[in-house]
């Protein structure tokens, strides 16, 4: 028997809005579970900026432990990203674990190889580490892309004992007229000498024997920096600090690279209690210092007293067992 064509097409009507009832179900599935992604997404970016965020105000005010903890929560929400690698660097290093923030800086390189911030944050944990082989090559890379960072790669070449390169480096920079004033010390003493001469020298006696007020005319006619150290560590001797601070300001802007300088400029603005500065100005001096154990244990030291200054026994404790250890080391 042959079924009316009514209702053969009242059941084809009912299969096929039973399909379309079924696709529209699943399309609102569809777009619910995408609404969902994108809110967790979202949430997830939100996370991160709140992270990241509270990383960099833990940093601003020294608590680099904390700053790390909020990095880590970063890099469970984004693995191996560059920013929170090259902050989790700084963090380290600011705590002087050097193989961690050497570990992090090199991921982040590894996404920005010619990233100049990096590359010097980089060369600095080497330089920390007294890895100069490595700093210097690092060093190279960033004297590329800073023209005017060439007195940094003479001193990398003077600590690994390439003396020949940092004289050739001087020449070609002297030949192409763009030496600076704060490579004409390295000029003087690697390529010229820093001999004194009966004629620069207008008193008779070696250096080692004049008086203060000898060293002060011997160096205002010679400016050579053999009497001018002399002068200083007879200054200190004698705790005139007033001329101390004078003479080895001045000696900074003519002997930028003398770590001696330095040491003794802020042996006298701690005498005069200006910390801060006095902090400073070790830290600028401290990466000149080549293989001088005790000069480095001297520094150290000063850099406790600054800190006792200012009222920060923890890091003042920390560099006073530096000098300690150095010293016991060197005897």
């Known amino acids: 028997m042959v079924k009316p064509v009514g209702y053969i097409i009242l059941i084809y009507l009912s299969i096929s809005l039973s399909g379309f009832a079924q696709n529209d179900s699943l399309a609102q599935a569809f777009i619910a579970k995408k609404n969902i992604e994108e809110l967790q997404n979202e949430q997830k970016e939100l996370n991160f900026q709140k992270f990241f965020f509270q990383a960099l105000q833990q940093k601003a005010i ?3 432990d904390k700053a790390i903890s909020a990095l880590e929560n970063c890099q469970n929400i984004k693995a191996d990203d560059k ?3 090259f902050e989790l660097s700084k963090n380290y290093f600011e705590l002087e674990k050097f193989i961690e923030a050497a570990v992090y800086v090199k991921k982040g390189l590894e996404k920005e190889p010619d990233n100049l911030f990096m590359l010097q944050l980089l060369k600095d944990t080497y330089n920390r580490q007294s890895n100069f082989k490595e ?8 004297s590329e892309q800073k023209p005017d960072s060439q007195l940094d790669l003479v001193i990398l070449y003077i600590k690994n004992n390439e003396v020949e390169n940092a004289k050739k480096l001087l020449i070609d920079l002297e030949k192409k007229g763009i030496l600076t004033a704060n490579l004409l010390p390295f000029k003087k003493s690697l390529l010229e000498g820093n001999a004194l001469t009966s004629s620069s020298n207008p008193i008779s006696k070696p250096v080692e024997q004049q008086s203060i007020e000898e060293l002060k005319n011997s160096y205002k006619a010679s400016k050579s920096f053999t009497v001018l150290k002399h002068l200083l560590l007879k200054l200190d001797t004698k705790n005139q600090f007033l001329a101390l601070e004078k003479y080895s300001d001045e000696a900074i802007k003519l002997f930028p690279a003398q770590p001696l ?6 042996r006298a603005l701690n005498q005069k209690k200006a910390y801060s500065n006095a902090l400073q100005i070790l830290q600028n001096g401290f990466d000149y ?4 154990v005790l000069l480095e244990a001297n520094f150290y030291e000063q850099m406790s007293l600054s800190y006792k200054g200012m009222s920060q026994n923890m890091n003042a404790s920390k560099y006073y067992n530096k000098a300690i250890a150095l010293r016991q080391k060197k005897s």
Request: charged share 20%; proline share 0%; glycine share 4%.
């Open 83 to 85: 920013a929170v690698n």
């Open 261 to 266: 300088v330095y040491l003794m400029n802020a």
């Open 62 to 64: 020294g608590n680099f």
């Open 289 to 292: 210092i080549v293989d001088d």
């Open 135 to 142: 700093a210097l090559e690092i060093q190279k890379k960033i």
